[in-house]
């Protein structure tokens, strides 16, 4: 049973929460900004996200605090200085990221509370975060005010004039590499997600190549017990199902032979072997296993 939330006759702290649950993981940024006397402050947010490769744009809300309606220091500086420093949030310093987020007095800075170091920024006054691995120094562009009560958001664009990378992070192809970043994400209420290791998924679907597609596909495999949505997604993202000559020669696989020469029904077998195949992105044999399953090749 689905359970209808109408957010116009829930609590705003409750539907917050149910919101955050629903939307994540998001990404964090800590973002660095300065007041007009020249004092630096930083906050995480993790309403945050890029919206343009060109030219570079990065959003983040700033919003109202639910239980007085009062506003952020972040928004104060943005507002005063239209720049800022977006930097990513690490696993390495994810439990300094939680202690910026602490409401300390307007002054007081969050570098020094959360043991963060600040370097100087190449085209924007704020400081970037030494300890992160990639910082984005940025010129507001736009402050969208969502509304007035506890909660609203203010919309802050960002245009990116200048990025810094550490080398460490990057693969033999000059691209970050997941695992070396190693990204923490935001879920609702005290749950985060560590983006490295077994929680990172290649999936790799050609966009520009048509696919077969979910009605395609024989109902035996649509309708099938053993594989999952997932699985039978890949097939359908298939640009092709195989042919009687592919699916003959692959009747001389060893693990095909097996289960055909073992007298007995092959039906649940070969769609095991079939699950096994998609679990390592091998498309073309799972659908080959499955053709032999229902006599294709005769």
Same mark, same amino acid.
């Given at each position: 049973?689905?359970?209808?939330?109408?957010?116009?006759?829930?609590?705003?702290?409750?539907f917050h929460q149910f919101?955050?649950g629903?939307?994540?993981?998001?990404?964090?940024?800590?973002v660095?900004?300065m007041?007009e006397?020249g004092?630096?402050?930083?906050?995480?947010?993790?309403f945050y /996200?890029a919206?343009?490769?060109n030219?570079?744009v990065?959003?983040?809300?700033?919003?109202?605090?639910?239980?007085d309606?009062?506003?952020k220091d972040?928004?104060?500086?943005?507002?005063?200085?239209?720049?800022c420093? @977006? /930097?990513v949030?690490t696993?390495s310093?994810?439990?300094?990221?939680?202690?910026?987020s602490?409401?300390?007095d307007?002054?007081?800075?969050?570098?020094e509370m959360?043991?963060?170091?600040?370097?100087?920024?190449d085209?924007?006054?704020?400081?970037?975060?030494?300890?992160?691995?990639?910082q984005?120094?940025?010129?507001?562009?736009?402050v969208?005010?969502?509304?007035?009560?506890?909660?609203?958001?203010?919309?802050?664009?960002c245009e990116?004039?200048r990025?810094?990378?550490?080398?460490?992070i990057l693969?033999?192809?000059e691209?970050?590499?997941?695992?070396?970043?190693?990204l923490m994400?935001?879920?609702?209420?005290?749950?985060y997600?560590?983006c490295?290791?077994?929680?990172?998924?290649? @999936?790799?679907?050609?966009?520009t190549q048509?696919?077969i597609?979910?009605?395609?596909?024989?109902?035996?495999?649509?309708?099938?017990? @053993?594989?999952?949505?997932?699985?039978?997604?890949m097939?359908?993202g298939?640009p092709?199902?195989?042919?009687?000559?592919?699916?003959?020669?692959f009747r /001389?696989?060893?693990?095909?032979?097996?289960?055909?020469?073992?007298? /007995?029904?092959?039906?649940?077998?070969?769609?095991?072997l079939?699950?096994?195949?998609?679990?390592k992105?091998?498309r073309?044999?799972a659908a080959?296993?499955?053709?032999i399953?229902n006599g294709?090749?005769?």
């Amino acid at each position: 049973m689905m359970r209808i939330i109408d957010p116009k006759k829930t609590a705003t702290r409750d539907f917050h929460q149910f919101l955050l649950g629903a939307v994540a993981p998001r990404p964090i940024a800590i973002v660095s900004t300065m007041d007009e006397a020249g004092r630096p402050n930083l906050a995480p947010y993790s309403f945050y /996200n890029a919206f343009s490769s060109n030219p570079p744009v990065l959003v983040f809300s700033s919003n109202r605090r639910v239980v007085d309606n009062t506003t952020k220091d972040t928004l104060h500086n943005i507002l005063a200085t239209k720049e800022c420093v @977006i /930097n990513v949030v690490t696993y390495s310093i994810v439990r300094q990221m939680t202690i910026s987020s602490v409401q300390f007095d307007a002054g007081v800075s969050e570098f020094e509370m959360a043991g963060l170091t600040p370097v100087p920024s190449d085209r924007v006054a704020p400081f970037r975060v030494k300890e992160s691995p990639v910082q984005m120094e940025c010129k507001v562009k736009e402050v969208h005010t969502l509304g007035t009560h506890g909660g609203a958001g203010h919309l802050i664009v960002c245009e990116v004039v200048r990025m810094h990378i550490d080398d460490d992070i990057l693969d033999e192809n000059e691209r970050i590499d997941p695992h070396k970043i190693d990204l923490m994400g935001r879920l609702g209420r005290a749950y985060y997600v560590r983006c490295s290791g077994e929680a990172i998924h290649t @999936i790799v679907q050609p966009v520009t190549q048509m696919v077969i597609g979910y009605q395609a596909l024989p109902p035996y495999v649509r309708e099938s017990h @053993i594989l999952s949505a997932n699985d039978i997604a890949m097939l359908a993202g298939l640009p092709s199902w195989p042919g009687k000559e592919e699916v003959l020669a692959f009747r /001389n696989d060893p693990e095909i032979k097996a289960i055909l020469e073992a007298g /007995n029904p092959v039906d649940l077998p070969l769609q095991h072997l079939a699950k096994a195949y998609l679990s390592k992105e091998e498309r073309v044999k799972a659908a080959c296993a499955l053709a032999i399953m229902n006599g294709v090749e005769e």
